[in-house]
């Protein structure tokens, strides 16, 4: 029987963060309110949900801001592979997530508590701890955060940082 001698070309890949015009701001993120203001301009006058994550340093300030998803009059798909996307590659401490509201109620539904959750543990389990999610209103006059409301958390108050230390 005749053998055959495959060969298979491994292709190498190259992942690169591409800057583009944004939001210009020197703040540092202490409060809800204060993240409110470096983006409302940009998500509360859309007329469909936007998911946006806002990557931070280790000392809340804005590394930058990625649109993760553009949906519809009351819906936007978030996956959480693209919400940390642009975290890992910009190598952020921490993230607050954002989407608007164009209806101009701040109240969250049951879907935006499954995701906060959800994206919380996954942050949790990448080391990108989720400080907070806001959601902006048309307009910008009403908001609502997680973190303030206690909701962000399972216990109301975020995970203590766990180091493990090995011996040899």
Do not use: W
């Amino acid at each position: 029987m005749k053998e055959h001698s495959f060969v298979y070309e491994l292709p190498v890949v190259s992942l690169r963060l591409v800057k583009e015009p944004g939001i210009r701001t020197d703040k540092v993120i202490s409060s809800s309110k204060e993240a409110v203001e470096v983006v409302k301009d940009l998500i509360s006058g859309c007329d469909r949900e936007l998911f946006c994550v806002l990557n931070l340093r280790t000392d809340g300030s804005v590394i930058n801001l990625n649109v993760v998803s553009m949906g519809t009059l009351d819906c936007a798909l978030v996956s959480p592979r693209e919400v940390f996307k642009s975290s890992l590659l910009s190598n952020a401490a921490n993230v607050i997530l954002f989407h608007n509201h164009p209806s101009g109620c701040a109240t969250p539904s049951k879907e935006d508590h499954v995701i906060t959750r959800r994206l919380a543990d996954c942050g949790e389990l990448l080391g990108i701890p989720v400080l907070d999610h806001i959601i902006a209103c048309a307009g910008g006059e009403q908001s609502y955060s997680f973190a303030d409301n206690g909701s962000l958390h399972k216990s109301g108050k975020p995970p203590k940082e766990k180091r493990v230390v090995r011996e040899r």
